[in-house]
């Protein structure tokens, strides 16, 4: 064999291979195109996106309450971060100037519902900040209260304070 010939036999060879790569390239473009077009078009039996299906909320697993200690100011008060901790997740809600947790037997004390998972606060000259959390919906809520020895009116004033 001379080497021209073995020359068009790899030109040959290649020229095949290319042609038999693209067209393999086209079919897969096209089947890949017409799939999409299958998947999204529009079907009388499809169900209306207001039935379908929503994902469940799962309800977390450890819900936590805490204060953290900060510093002590020149009166002598101190200041505390309030941290809520969701299955290992911590996040600040606030800063107040006392903060211990509040046992489930004390919640009704501080008008606290029975179903909530954790509660902190604190009382300091004259005024006290306190925090629930509880589960709406498979969520965390937390609310914040707060009474002060000038208030003319009962109760712990809750609020929404994080969903």
Same mark, same amino acid.
């Given at each position: 064999? =001379? =080497?021209?010939?073995?020359?068009?036999? $790899?030109?040959?060879c290649s020229l095949l291979f290319l042609t038999l790569a693209c067209s393999s390239e086209t079919k897969t473009e096209e089947t890949t195109s017409s799939k999409t077009e299958?998947?999204?078009?529009?079907?009388?039996?499809?169900?209306?996106?207001?039935?379908?299906?929503?994902?469940?909320?799962?309800?977390?697993?450890? !819900?936590?309450?805490? @204060?953290?200690? $900060?510093?002590? *100011?020149?009166?002598? @008060?101190?200041?505390?971060?309030?941290? $809520?901790? !969701? *299955?290992?997740? %911590?996040?600040?809600? *606030?800063? !107040?100037? /006392?903060?211990?947790?509040?046992?489930?037997?004390?919640?009704?004390?501080?008008?606290?519902?029975? =179903? /909530?998972?954790?509660?902190? #606060? #604190?009382?300091?000259?004259?005024? @006290?900040?306190?925090?629930?959390?509880?589960?709406?919906?498979? %969520?965390?809520? !937390?609310?914040? @209260?707060?009474?002060?020895?000038?208030? =003319?009116?009962? #109760?712990?004033?809750? %609020?929404?304070?994080?969903?």
């Open positions: 064999m =001379t =080497t021209s010939t073995i020359t068009k036999g $790899l030109i040959a299958e998947t999204t078009g529009t079907n009388e039996t499809d169900t209306p996106a207001e039935d379908a299906p929503t994902e469940e909320i799962i309800a977390p697993k450890s !819900v936590k309450l805490s @204060g953290k200690f $900060l510093s002590e *100011d020149e009166y002598g @008060g101190s200041h505390y971060q309030v941290i $809520l901790t !969701v *299955d290992g997740k %911590k996040e600040i809600i *606030d800063t !107040v100037m /006392a903060c211990d947790k509040i046992p489930a037997s004390n919640f009704a004390q501080y008008e606290i519902p029975k =179903t /909530a998972l954790s509660a902190c #606060g #604190g009382w300091w000259a004259g005024a @006290g900040d306190y925090f629930y959390a509880d589960l709406k919906d498979n %969520k965390v809520v !937390v609310y914040q @209260g707060w009474q002060d020895e000038q208030q =003319t009116d009962d #109760g712990y004033h809750w %609020k929404v304070v994080k969903r």
